[in-house]
């Protein structure tokens, strides 16, 4: 709505706001099918009494209802037994190569395998020709630097420089172990 403006001084012709300037709307209908998209939709009525009331859930005897905190059943255990920690997870992408130390009476064996492909990298072993021709003793402290080196060389010719090693239950990392890994470490490999 436009309204004019007009002291009572001054003539009519001297409006500030008039409708020569500001012209007033039209009074036709708004056509919404020529200027909008929606009218490219059908019209829609909803009404609250056609909405179904949702199903009341029923309760078998067997359904129990369990708290969070109570541990799982052996039948619950049973479908899901390879439940694995964040860290089993992970730790084969965050260290993907393992080595492997072994030591029997007559020999020393020392492998480095890829976690994820289960694939071996560098073997040495006091068992082999070359090796064991070379050596007057196949298991003590000389033959365990021997492995070391021999592991490291062919680790980095596979370009590995990174190894881990995962102790066993109660073994200690000293003696014959601790050579292999320490000659190993002294060779430019470093452990994770």
């Known amino acids: ?23 007033t709307r039209s009074t036709q209908p708004f056509k919404a099918a020529s200027l909008s998209w929606v009218s490219s939709f059908p019209p829609v009525n909803i009404s609250i009494s056609s909405i179904a009331d949702p199903p009341t859930p029923t309760l078998n ?32 992408y965050m260290r993907p190569f393992l080595l492997n130390v072994f030591f029997s009476k007559k020999f020393i064996h020392a492998k480095v395998m890829h976690r994820g492909t289960s694939k071996v990298i560098s073997v040495a072993t006091t068992n082999a020709k070359d090796v ?29 420089y990174a190894l881990s090693y995962e ?26």
Not at 2 to 23: D, G, H, N, Y
Not at 68 to 85: I, L, Q, V, Y
């Open 1 to 23: 709505m436009v309204s004019t403006i007009s002291s009572s001084s001054a003539p009519s012709s001297c409006s500030l706001l008039s409708s020569e300037f500001f012209p």
């Open 61 to 92: 005897k067997n359904s129990v209802v369990r708290a969070a905190w109570t541990r799982r059943s052996r039948g619950e255990a049973a479908k899901k037994p390879n439940r694995k920690s964040w860290k089993q997870k992970t730790d084969m």
């Open 132 to 160: 064991r021709s070379n050596l007057p003793s196949l298991t003590d402290h000389n033959a365990c630097r021997v492995i070391g080196r021999l592991i490291a060389e062919r680790s980095k010719e596979a370009d590995v």
């Open 167 to 192: 102790p066993r239950k109660d073994e200690r990392i000293e003696g014959k172990l601790g050579i292999v890994l320490d000659t190993i470490k002294e060779n430019g490999i470093i452990f994770v």
